[in-house]
């Protein structure tokens, strides 16, 4: 999470969407970087809205912070998990996706709290899901539209922003079956429903 005083602009930082490169370029003109624990570097906007928003308000009289997020393709989402629990340095641990097909994860994934740790991953919806009180994520980019993410913050920051790559899984071919991707559209409508409402 980035937070950007004089620009009122906090960056939820939404797990596998680039935020490990977007942070390395912005971090230096942040005025607030949490990068540790992954609990409160990835808080979602239910945890923003529980700790960090009333801290602002309260402690510091504003009341005019905005978020801003980003959202990748469900399917590829999936597939950077995969790619990512593949890496050397977590093989033999529950978590690690060496052995298992990325259709079998996938299928892991749907079967919500009995999923194997592999698969435990969350939810993009859940992770971005506005509340009760009426907060959302004010300004939500696809991670695919790199040009308006880049154009949105150079102009919010007013600075020109280079992205280096980080964090990123090796390439693969990855590809479901057309039943499990039917099945995975069906049972995580939610994630495919806020994907394709963002232009």
């Known amino acids: 999470m980035l937070v950007f005083w004089n620009e009122k602009l906090v960056f939820l930082s939404v797990p596998k969407t680039g935020t490990t490169a ?3 370029a912005l971090a230096p003109h942040a ?3 949490i990068s540790h624990p992954p609990e409160l570097k990835h808080a979602p906007l239910y945890r923003y809205n529980r700790f960090f928003r009333p801290m602002f308000e309260r402690a510091c009289k504003t ?3 905005q978020t801003i997020a980003v959202m990748r393709e469900p399917v590829s ?3 950077s998990w995969y790619r990512y629990r593949r890496r050397e340095d977590v093989r033999g641990r529950p978590n690690s996706t060496e052995n298992v097909s990325f259709e079998e994860f996938v299928q892991e994934y749907m079967k919500g709290e009995q999923k194997a740790a592999f698969a435990n991953i969350g939810s993009q919806a859940k992770f971005l899901e506005p ?3 009426g907060l959302k994520v004010d300004h939500l980019f696809r991670y695919e539209d790199q040009p308006r993410l880049l154009d949105f913050l150079e102009n919010r920051l007013g600075r020109k922003i280079d992205l280096p ?5 090796p390439d693969m071919p990855l590809s479901l079956s057309p039943d499990t991707r039917s099945k995975l559209m069906r ?3 939610e994630e495919f429903e806020l994907y394709e409402s963002l232009s």
Not at 165 to 169: A, G
């Open 165 to 169: 790559r980080r964090n990123s899984s």
């Open 131 to 133: 509340r009760k009180n």
């Open 63 to 65: 009341d005019d912070m």
């Open 77 to 79: 989402w999936l597939a």
């Open 31 to 33: 005025d607030m970087v």
């Open 22 to 24: 977007i942070e390395e």
């Open 187 to 189: 049972k995580c409508a």
